[in-house]
């Protein structure tokens, strides 16, 4: 007997579909992902992190605080050339610079001026370094085709109220300007040579300080007269005495001036432009027409460029001196004559 149908009742063909499915195996899961342990931070790399960034937001503050420091110095020297200074006509038969007879070709070294072969000077290194180079420029560089550039410089005619800087300091000598106005500053002598170093004109504490002159000093009365500056980073005070390595800068720039108290000006003929170091004699005056003529044979060898500057035994002279960082205790100085043109 065959067996009755139903519509329940499953075709071949289903039962060997679901016959197929059930072995087949089942498929597996996927495997479970492996959770990373957190690894903590070492407290000792922790500790060098915050040193380092307490490193680096200390000496954030300290540039910021320099240069906040220089603009407050500069400020009050700003300030005090505006009070204190008038433009006045210039004297009849007084010559501009730019009619000055500078050679436009640096002059050739005389025979008594050329050092000899053992001489430490005879390298070109040791103190015509070229414009430039580190060596010798401390923290400002200098373009080697920037020199050129410049226009013979016009020294003012001023009159500068004396009155006034001896009511803020009775300590102020004179007022000094040269290098198209970089210099341009009362110029004090104290009881020493340390105390105007940090301080302006009217004795507040600023690193810049003030040009001040040799304590030993009479001034222009003794053969030599030292006033003394820094070389500020910012360019400030003598900060831009290496332009002078050149003869094509002290071409256009041969000399500076001297403002004195009674309508005196001097003008501060340079002679030579000399690097040195913290061990040199610094002599007020010569004890003889020899020592005068050995001395100044000497700066000449020495200098960064030659002059054709006159200069006589009996003739006073202005050194201006600052640092030079070239080598430990580094100094330069520029030697000038000093010609009286008013008073």
Same mark, same amino acid.
């Given at each position: 007997?065959?067996?009755?149908?139903?519509?329940?009742?499953?075709?071949?063909?289903? &039962?060997?579909?679901?016959?197929?499915? $059930?072995?087949?195996?089942?498929?597996?899961?996927?495997?479970?992902?492996?959770?990373?342990?957190?690894?903590?931070?070492?407290?000792?790399?922790?500790?060098?992190? &915050?040193?380092?960034?307490?490193?680096?937001?200390?000496?954030?503050?300290?540039?910021? +605080?320099?240069?906040?420091?220089?603009?407050?110095?500069?400020?009050?020297?700003?300030?005090?050339?505006?009070?204190?200074?008038?433009?006045? $006509?210039?004297?009849?038969?007084?010559?501009?610079?730019?009619?000055?007879?500078?050679?436009?070709?640096?002059?050739?070294?005389?025979?008594?001026?050329?050092?000899?072969?053992?001489?430490p000077t005879n390298d070109p290194g040791h103190s015509r370094a070229a414009v430039?180079?580190?060596?010798?420029?401390?923290?400002?560089?200098? +373009?080697?085709?920037?020199?050129?550039?410049?226009?013979?410089?016009?020294?003012?005619?001023?009159?500068?109220?004396?009155?006034?800087?001896r009511a803020i300091n009775p300590d102020i000598k004179g007022w000094l300007y040269?290098?198209?106005?970089?210099?341009?500053?009362? %110029?004090?002598?104290?009881?020493?040579?340390?105390?105007?170093?940090?301080?302006?004109?009217?004795?507040?504490?600023?690193?810049?300080?003030?040009?001040?002159?040799?304590?030993?000093?009479?001034?222009?009365?003794?053969?030599?007269?030292?006033?003394?500056?820094?070389?500020?980073?910012?360019?400030?005070?003598?900060?831009?005495?290496?332009?002078?390595? !050149?003869?094509?800068?002290?071409? !256009?720039?041969?000399?500076?001036?001297?403002? &004195?108290?009674?309508?005196?000006?001097?003008?501060?003929?340079?002679?030579?432009? %000399?690097?040195?170091? +913290?061990?040199?004699?610094?002599?007020?005056?010569?004890?003889s027409q020899e020592d005068f003529d050995r001395t100044i044979a000497d700066y000449?060898?020495?200098?960064?460029?030659?002059?054709?500057?006159?200069?006589?035994?009996?003739?006073?002279?202005?050194?201006?001196?600052?640092?030079?960082?070239?080598?430990?205790?580094?100094?330069?100085?520029?030697?000038?004559?000093?010609?009286?043109?008013?008073?």
């Amino acid at each position: 007997m065959y067996p009755e149908y139903t519509e329940n009742a499953m075709s071949d063909e289903e &039962l060997n579909r679901n016959e197929a499915a $059930q072995a087949a195996p089942e498929s597996a899961p996927p495997p479970a992902r492996k959770r990373r342990k957190k690894q903590k931070t070492s407290p000792l790399v922790l500790i060098v992190i &915050l040193l380092l960034l307490l490193v680096i937001g200390y000496s954030g503050y300290r540039i910021f +605080d320099k240069l906040l420091e220089y603009r407050k110095g500069q400020k009050a020297y700003n300030d005090l050339r505006n009070e204190v200074i008038q433009e006045a $006509q210039a004297p009849p038969g007084t010559l501009a610079t730019s009619e000055w007879n500078v050679p436009e070709v640096e002059p050739t070294a005389p025979p008594d001026e050329t050092a000899g072969p053992d001489d430490p000077t005879n390298d070109p290194g040791h103190s015509r370094a070229a414009v430039g180079t580190d060596e010798m420029r401390g923290d400002i560089t200098y +373009d080697p085709g920037d020199v050129t550039k410049f226009e013979p410089q016009v020294l003012p005619f001023w009159n500068i109220d004396f009155d006034r800087l001896r009511a803020i300091n009775p300590d102020i000598k004179g007022w000094l300007y040269g290098m198209d106005g970089i210099v341009n500053y009362p %110029v004090v002598q104290g009881s020493d040579n340390e105390y105007y170093s940090h301080r302006l004109l009217d004795r507040t504490e600023r690193f810049c300080g003030t040009l001040f002159i040799d304590f030993r000093n009479h001034l222009l009365e003794d053969d030599v007269t030292y006033i003394f500056g820094h070389k500020m980073k910012d360019g400030s005070m003598f900060g831009h005495f290496g332009r002078y390595d !050149t003869y094509a800068y002290y071409r !256009t720039h041969p000399a500076f001036r001297l403002f &004195l108290p009674d309508d005196i000006i001097y003008d501060l003929q340079v002679i030579a432009c %000399v690097y040195t170091t +913290d061990r040199e004699s610094l002599r007020l005056n010569f004890q003889s027409q020899e020592d005068f003529d050995r001395t100044i044979a000497d700066y000449r060898r020495r200098s960064t460029f030659r002059t054709e500057v006159d200069v006589q035994y009996g003739d006073k002279l202005v050194s201006m001196w600052t640092c030079a960082y070239y080598t430990e205790g580094g100094r330069m100085f520029i030697i000038c004559k000093a010609v009286q043109v008013v008073g």
